[in-house]
């Protein structure tokens, strides 16, 4: 029986094999078993991906060392830490680094050219007492878009796109950057849309660092990219005005759509150092499941502090909580 595999299977097919990042190939893989038609004539092919899905797990949870694995592996993939993981993308010398180095511990290299950042770095900040972990990335440019970037875009929580706003054709080198990574069917957008017309693409939440915005040319360029960009959120960015950074976390915080409850012990005050973090809508129960699976089950009911409510309000566990209420379990 003829496998009558469509042109889209085969394009993906020769992408999959031109491969060599296993956590990348392994997402084709996985793109093309869920695109191949499933009927008699590819039984065969299906039972092939099928195998070749689970020797690439096992490579990649084997961490590579036994197999001599390349140190891309590690690069295509960072543990996210803390109540979201945002990368941070953009053209080359747009402060990308500069700005991790400036809202993290880690420390990056920066450079005053181009193609500085050869790999991915992590670190951890703290806004309004929530952790987030931010990334840094080499460049995104018409010579180079690293294997291992597309993945870590495709995990990531949120997109930041750092751009030098005040040199001039920074608007050919964002269009280069959306173009290459829709190229690579990763599309940058201020909302996720709520059908995906085609599941091979990736819709990725993203705002925009208007960045060195208070350099010469730079309140142009600001204006410049709200025009070309009307839909996205853009913060003004500098690295010479703290309140400019505290603005993107800001900016970070309330792109996420998540909310902050804090904890209360009977006859203790609150804990505001350690909030739990839901997406919004979440419930009571969610938040004892955030806790602990155990505690959801136990949980008979709780009480409630915040804005609109009665101090100490005894709510169901459907109850739906907003951003800095104050909870008390009581199981
Ligand atoms: N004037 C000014 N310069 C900045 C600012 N942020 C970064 N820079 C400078 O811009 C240059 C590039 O900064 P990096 O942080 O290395 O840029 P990058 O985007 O990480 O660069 P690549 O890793 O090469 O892509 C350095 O000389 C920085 O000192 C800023 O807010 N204002
Ligand atoms: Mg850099």
Redesign the pocket.
Known sequence: MPANLTPQYYALEKEFKKENDPYEKLRLAKELMAIIPKHKGTEKLQAELKAKISQLKKQIEGGGKKHGVRQADTLSHIDREGAAQVILI?P???????LVDSLTHAKPL???Y????IKPLAGMMVYDTVPFQVI?T??ISEELLETFLLSLIRQADLVAV?VDVSTPGFDKRLKVLFDRLEEKRVILTPEIPEEVEDARFAYKKSFFAA??F??ENGDIGLEKIKTLYPDFNIVP????EDETLENFKAMIFNSLNIIRIYTKRVGHEPDFNDPIILPNGGTVEDAAYALHKDFAYKLQFAKIWGDGKHEGQRVKNSFVLTDKDIIEFHI
Do not use: R
């Open positions: 953009g080359p010398n747009s402060g990308k680094s500069s920066i450079g005053d181009p193609y500085t950042t840094d080499p460049p750092v960045h060195k208070l350099d960015t500098s690295i010479l």
